[in-house]
């Protein structure tokens, strides 16, 4: 990305409070990458634990599945999955709060024994995969999150900063060199000036 910018001093001193802000920005900037880094760490263990755990229910299971070709799969299903919000680093989080099943009435003297069992299981697997999924959501949003901060944080540290510092650095030596110029000419026509008086006063 090229610095647009002109060699006057107006341009140096919009360059220079660009770069102020970009260098002032940057530890925060960098702080919280870190901090994003560490939670997407932490909540891709806590997805693959919630995965693992899910996955260890349904093979503990798995031995009754032809009991379950008796189950009615309409008595159970989720009514309402309660979301929770949180912060961190700037980033709102999707937090698991609570699942409400709804569970329609069913003849406990012609259905299976097992039956409410069944339900309580199923009231759990549901539980456990919501949770999963929200970790997942969770997880993805955190992922996005650090990506767009770090190439936040590259493009001040790599581009912008030196780009800024580049150009300031071109327009003082522009300045200094018009300056030193001036001071040249100046200094040549008062020698001019001099040598054409003295030139008079003899004549």
């Not at 702080?31 to 996955?55: C, G, H, P, Q, Y």
């Not at 327009?171 to 008062?190: N, T, V």
């Amino acid at each position: 990305m090229a610095i647009k910018f002109q060699y006057n001093k107006t341009s140096l001193q919009l360059l220079e409070k660009q770069l102020k802000v970009r260098v002032r920005a940057l530890p925060t900037i960098k702080s919280k990458e870190s901090a994003l880094r560490m939670e997407v760490k932490r909540t891709k263990d806590r997805f693959i634990e919630l995965k693992n755990e899910l996955d260890q229910q349904i093979k503990r299971y798995e031995h009754l599945s032809s009991l379950w070709n008796e189950f009615n799969p309409e008595l159970i299903a989720v009514k309402d999955v309660h979301i929770e919000t949180k912060k961190i680093a700037g980033v709102i989080l999707p937090l698991f709060g609570s699942v409400t099943f709804e569970v329609k009435p069913y003849s406990r003297f012609n259905s299976p024994v097992w039956f409410s069992n069944g339900i309580l299981l199923l009231k759990e697997l549901a539980e456990s995969g919501i949770k999963a999924e929200i970790e997942q959501l969770k997880l993805e949003r955190l992922e996005y999150a650090r990506k767009k901060t770090t190439q936040k944080v590259n493009l001040f540290e790599k581009v912008q900063i030196p780009g800024y510092s580049d150009a300031i650095r071109k327009i003082k030596r522009y300045l200094e060199d018009e300056e030193s110029l001036s001071k040249s000419s100046q200094k040549i026509m008062r020698a001019n000036l001099e040598k054409t008086q003295r030139k008079e006063e003899v004549a």
